[in-house]
C-alpha cells in the first residue's frame, strides 16, 4: 500500500463553542482544508501555533499555511492600520519560524490568504493593510463571513497555470490585505483586473501560494498540484 504523503496544515486559536463547551479557547481549522488534502491524496495532519513548530518539519511531506488573522504590522516595520484585526503574536511567531524550516528543507508548500502573506512578508516583503484604501472597492471582502467573487488573470508558463489553467478564472476571495512590495525572489503569478497581487511562486521549488480561499471547491487542482510534489 502506497503511504499518503503527510500535509501539515497550519490552525486558528481561537475562542469557539461546539457540542457542550461554550466559550472555550480552540485550535480550529475550517474541516474544508482536510477534505481537500484527503481528496488529494495526502493525510492531513493539523498544527496549532504552539510549542516548536519548526521541529515537526522533518516529519512532513508538504505544508499548507492556512487563512487566519493579520500579521503584526512591526515584522514588516509598519505602524497598525486602524482596520487592522485579529492580530495574533504567538501565532504570528509560530507559522514564521515554520515557514523558514520549511523553506530550509526544500518542502513543498501552499500559501492559503494568510499564507501567501506570511511567505511575503518572511522573504522582505510588505502588505497593503486595508486594501479598499488601494483599490476603491470592497470585492475581496465584501461582508463578515461572505466571500467576494472576483476573476484573477493566470500568467501564462507559471506552475499556477499548470494546475488551472490560462484563462481567468473566478476564485472566492476573503481577505482585506495583500501584497504591496513584492519580497526579493517571488515571482507574481496572477493578480485581479484592479492590480492585486493574487498569487506568487519561488522558482527553485515548489513555494506556490493564492490569496484567495482555495480550500474551496474551486481550488481542488492546487491541493492536488501540493500533493503531487510531495
Known amino acids: 500500500m502506497v503511504r499518503r504523503p503527510v500535509i501539515g496544515i497550519t490552525s486558528y486559536v481561537e475562542p469557539a463553542s461546539f457540542t457542550v463547551w461554550q466559550d472555550t479557547t480552540a485550535a480550529l481549522l475550517p474541516y474544508a482544508y482536510v477534505e481537500q488534502v484527503v481528496r488529494a491524496g495526502g493525510q492531513p495532519v493539523v498544527l496549532p501555533p504552539a510549542g516548536e513548530p519548526a521541529s515537526v518539519v522533518r516529519g512532513l511531506d508538504g505544508l499548507i499555511l492556512a487563512g487566519g488573522g493579520d500579521i503584526d504590522p512591526a515584522r514588516y516595520c509598519a505602524a497598525p ?4 484585526g485579529y492580530v495574533r503574536e504567538f501565532r504570528d511567531e509560530a507559522e514564521f519560524s515554520l515557514l523558514a524550516a520549511a523553506l530550509d528543507a526544500g518542502l513543498p508548500y501552499l500559501g492559503i490568504c494568510r499564507g501567501l502573506q506570511v511567505l511575503n512578508v518572511a522573504l522582505g516583503g510588505t502588505l497593503h493593510q486595508h486594501l479598499p484604501d488601494v483599490v476603491g472597492h470592497t470585492g475581496h471582502c465584501p461582508a463578515p463571513g461572505r466571500f467576494g467573487d472576483l476573476p484573477v488573470s493566470v500568467v501564462p508558463g507559471s506552475r499556477l497555470a499548470k494546475a488551472l489553467g490560462e484563462e481567468p478564472v473566478a476564485v472566492p476571495h476573503y481577505h482585506h490585505q495583500a501584497v504591496d512590495r513584492l519580497a526579493p525572489g517571488l515571482t507574481v503569478t496572477a493578480t485581479s483586473a484592479d492590480g492585486t497581487i493574487e498569487a506568487v511562486e519561488l522558482d527553485a521549488a515548489f ?16 491541493f492536488d498540484a501540493l500533493v503531487s510534489a510531495c
Open 81 to 84: 492600520h486602524e482596520r487592522i
Open 207 to 222: 513555494v506556490l501560494a493564492v490569496q484567495w480561499h482555495a480550500e474551496m471547491a474551486e481550488g481542488h487542482a492546487l
